[in-house]
């Protein structure tokens, strides 16, 4: 029950968000819309080509021969394209990069051809309209992809129509109002659910006693005639316990059918709230753009004042940059200059340090021979005066 409310309340918010387009002001935008169009009517064009060559006879005359010649040798390329691309494939793998570099080439010839035969369709309007009126059948594949390029130009259109601005408020409104929407969703679908409970409840309730009133019918079939009073009694009381749960059931499926009523109501009146709020953006909408368009007007001729400035300064740049190109070439020859001189600086500063090096390994040497003849000395002179006291001694025994 909740899907086609969901679907009408979303349905009517997507034609308030959908306000008139201004038409395309700016020039970056025409130019981009215009080029799109020449490419769609280049594609349309050169789909074309085929059936105008398969028909070439019945429109010689209207053609022309220049025409005429450039869908002849654009013939012969197809032919020549597709005679090459079937004996690669039946041809073995030796001639594989012969034939590729061949393809490579005649691909670059077919292009050239389409591009030229294009010119020549697109330099006569008239011969245009008439071949576009022609009752062919594009192929397959040609149809699909420019009604795809289609469709991207009509949104590349829609997206530079649409400020960044907005389409942030058009999606935070529209995220705003999905939210409602789902939680009003979710308390009727909750309450909906409840009823369905309460109407199985009473439904299997009902249909417990049914089986009870039968076993009871069944059983009074068997029973003496003098139990029929007290069978009698006990299927009255059933039936009025069964009537009084049916009234309660019925009750409270009223309640939840208000409950659901008054739901709807405050929807209802969130959606007029927010018609309401979407009347006053819109108006304000209006007002920036029309501000937007006072300053692009500015601004275009800020940017014309600033085109002057920026020739000027142009000028200048050329002479000074001129200056610098042949400061760079002085500076080219001094750095060259400069690493010369570092070069033999660095040669001079190693061949130093070399004889540095020298010099301390020599005074270090030097140092240490003269310690070892000292210590030589004094052991030489150390074991004269032991040699000495001990021919003493040997005296003084005697």
């Given at each position: 029950?909740?899907?086609?409310?969901?679907?009408?309340?979303?349905?009517?918010?997507?034609?308030?968000?959908?306000?008139?387009?201004?038409?395309?002001?700016?020039?970056?935008?025409?130019?981009?819309?215009?080029?799109?169009?020449?490419?769609?009517?280049?594609?349309?064009?050169?789909?074309?080509?085929?059936?105008?060559?398969?028909?070439?006879?019945?429109?010689?005359?209207?053609?022309?021969?220049?025409?005429?010649?450039?869908?002849?040798?654009?013939?012969?390329?197809?032919?020549?394209?597709?005679?090459?691309?079937?004996?690669?494939?039946?041809?073995?793998?030796?001639?594989?990069?012969?034939?590729r570099g061949c393809l490579c080439l005649l691909e670059q010839r077919l292009k050239?051809?389409?591009?030229?035969?294009?010119?020549?369709?697109?330099?006569?309007?008239?011969?245009?309209?008439?071949?576009?009126?022609?009752?062919?059948?594009?192929?397959?594949?040609?149809?699909?992809?420019?009604?795809?390029?289609?469709?991207?130009?009509?949104?590349?259109?829609?997206?530079?129509?649409?400020?960044?601005?907005?389409?942030?408020?058009?999606?935070?409104?529209?995220?705003?109002?999905?939210?409602?929407?789902?939680?009003?969703?979710?308390?009727?679908?909750?309450?909906?659910?409840?009823?369905?409970?309460?109407?199985?409840?009473?439904?299997?309730?009902?249909?417990?006693?049914?089986?009870?009133?039968?076993?009871?019918?069944?059983?009074?079939?068997?029973?003496?005639?003098?139990?029929?009073?007290?069978?009698?009694?006990?299927?009255?009381?059933?039936?009025?316990?069964?009537?009084e749960e049916l009234q309660a059931s019925q009750a409270r499926c009223a309640r939840?059918?208000?409950?659901?009523?008054?739901?709807?109501?405050?929807?209802?009146?969130?959606?007029?709230?927010?018609?309401?709020?979407?009347?006053?953006?819109?108006?304000?909408?209006?007002?920036?753009?029309?501000?937007i368009v006072n300053w692009i007007q500015k601004y275009d001729t800020d940017m014309?004042?600033?085109?002057?400035?920026?020739?000027?300064?142009?000028?200048?740049?050329?002479?000074?940059?001129?200056?610098?190109?042949?400061?760079?070439?002085?500076?080219?020859?001094?750095?060259?200059?400069?690493?010369?001189?570092?070069?033999?600086?660095?040669?001079?500063?190693?061949?130093?340090?070399?004889?540095?090096?020298?010099?301390?390994?020599?005074?270090?040497?030097?140092?240490?021979?003269?310690?070892?003849?000292?210590?030589?000395?004094?052991?030489?002179?150390?074991?004269?005066?032991?040699?000495?006291?001990?021919?003493?001694?040997?005296?003084?025994?005697?």
């Amino acid at each position: 029950m909740a899907t086609p409310e969901k679907a009408m309340i979303t349905s009517n918010v997507m034609k308030m968000l959908g306000p008139p387009r201004l038409k395309p002001y700016s020039m970056e935008t025409e130019r981009i819309i215009s080029v799109l169009d020449e490419t769609i009517a280049k594609m349309e064009l050169s789909s074309l080509i085929p059936h105008i060559i398969d028909s070439l006879d019945r429109f010689a005359d209207m053609l022309g021969p220049e025409i005429t010649n450039s869908l002849t040798e654009h013939q012969k390329l197809s032919n020549e394209m597709e005679h090459l691309l079937a004996s690669s494939e039946e041809g073995d793998t030796m001639r594989a990069e012969e034939q590729r570099g061949c393809l490579c080439l005649l691909e670059q010839r077919l292009k050239c051809s389409v591009r030229n035969v294009l010119r020549l369709l697109l330099a006569n309007p008239s011969l245009c309209q008439a071949l576009k009126y022609e009752s062919w059948v594009r192929e397959s594949p040609a149809e699909v992809f420019i009604k795809a390029f289609g469709e991207f130009r009509d949104f590349m259109l829609e997206t530079l129509l649409t400020s960044p601005m907005e389409e942030e408020e058009k999606i935070q409104f529209m995220e705003d109002i999905s939210l409602r929407i789902r939680k009003n969703t979710e308390a009727i679908t909750a309450l909906q659910a409840e009823l369905a409970a309460a109407v199985r409840t009473r439904e299997e309730e009902i249909h417990k006693k049914d089986n009870v009133i039968k076993d009871l019918k069944t059983s009074m079939q068997d029973l003496a005639k003098d139990s029929k009073a007290s069978i009698q009694q006990i299927k009255q009381e059933g039936e009025k316990q069964q009537k009084e749960e049916l009234q309660a059931s019925q009750a409270r499926c009223a309640r939840l059918q208000q409950e659901i009523q008054q739901l709807r109501a405050q929807l209802n009146a969130l959606v007029l709230e927010h018609r309401a709020s979407e009347l006053a953006l819109r108006k304000r909408k209006c007002r920036v753009e029309m501000e937007i368009v006072n300053w692009i007007q500015k601004y275009d001729t800020d940017m014309g004042e600033k085109q002057a400035e920026y020739e000027e300064v142009h000028a200048a740049y050329a002479e000074e940059k001129a200056q610098l190109s042949l400061l760079m070439e002085k500076h080219a020859v001094l750095l060259q200059e400069y690493s010369q001189i570092e070069e033999e600086r660095r040669i001079r500063q190693e061949k130093e340090e070399q004889a540095l090096k020298e010099l301390t390994t020599r005074t270090l040497a030097a140092t240490r021979i003269q310690a070892f003849w000292r210590g030589y000395l004094v052991r030489s002179l150390f074991k004269s005066k032991m040699k000495k006291k001990k021919g003493k001694g040997r005296k003084a025994k005697k």
